[in-house]
T-cell receptor, first 112, second 114 residues
Framework: QQQVKQSPQSLIVQKGGISIINCAYENTAFDYFPWYQQFPGKGPALLIAIRPDVSEKKEGRFTISFNKSAKQFSLHIMDSQPGDSATYFCAASGGATNKLIFGTGTLLAVQP | ETGVTQTPRHLVMGMTNKKSLKCEQHLGHNAMYWYKQSAKKPLELMFVYSLEERVENNSVPSRFSPECPNSSHLFLHLHTLQPEDSALYLC?????????????FGAGSRLTVL
């Protein structure tokens, strides 16, 4: 019940296309859903986050869509650029421990 | 530069060696974490220190020994490791008690156990 399931494992998108990464969770106590971006040789960095009181959050080309009833949330990258090529991790936290639980990551390659 | 610095960036050690990983943050954060990152696995939380007190130890083998002498420094002491311990070890910090659990990660220490 503590897992966050992330898909796909890897994704190839053409420049200008839309990248979509999906995550699902079971624990209804989760109330904070961040996405982290990791470039090679770097640690993960917070990209965007959402709380369950809204269904969508947009920051520039990055949008989180949140479906509370389905217990799913996704990251959409509009107009994907080669510089977006990185590994993306979804995560969730909430409940008694407030511990961040991470997904397995998605390796995104944006081809020029 | 995120404000969380990890050294060394790369470490190769034999199974009988003793080594330490170091993490330093000057962000004014009061919680520090060790994570293990292995290919195709979720980031695994190993240890959490909040206000210099260990508050979480996720069933990590005793061959990993954390130390947090103050709120800016965190160590992971390694001894008699196994080849399966080879991974990227990430340090992170956060400001506990602010509601959102926002972590700032270092670049990691790549550990290879021969």
């Amino acid at each position: 019940q503590q897992q966050v399931k992330q898909s796909p494992q890897s994704l190839i998108v053409q420049k200008g296309g839309i990248s979509i990464i999906n995550c699902a969770y079971e624990n209804t106590a989760f109330d904070y859903f961040p996405w982290y971006q990791q470039f090679p040789g770097k640690g993960p960095a917070l990209l965007i986050a959402i709380r369950p009181d809204v269904s969508e959050k947009k920051e520039g080309r990055f949008t989180i869509s949140f479906n509370k009833s389905a217990k799913q949330f996704s990251l959409h990258i509009m107009d994907s650029q080669p510089g977006d090529s990185a590994t993306y991790f979804c995560a969730a936290s909430g409940g008694a421990t407030n511990k961040l639980i991470f997904g397995t990551g998605t390796l995104l390659a944006v081809q020029p | 530069e995120t404000g969380v610095t990890q050294t060394p960036r790369h470490l190769v050690m034999g199974m009988t060696n003793k080594k330490s990983l170091k993490c330093e943050q000057h962000l004014g954060h009061n919680a520090m974490y060790w994570y293990k990152q292995s290919a195709k696995k979720p980031l695994e939380l190993m240890f959490v220190y909040s206000l210099e007190e260990r508050v979480e130890n996720n069933s990590v083998p005793s061959r990993f020994s954390p130390e947090c002498p103050n709120s800016s420094h965190l160590f992971l002491h390694l001894h008699t490791l196994q080849p399966e311990d080879s991974a990227l070890y990430l340090c992170a910090s956060s400001l506990a008690g602010t509601g959102a659990n926002v972590l700032t990660f270092g670049a990691g220490s790549r550990l290879t156990v021969l």
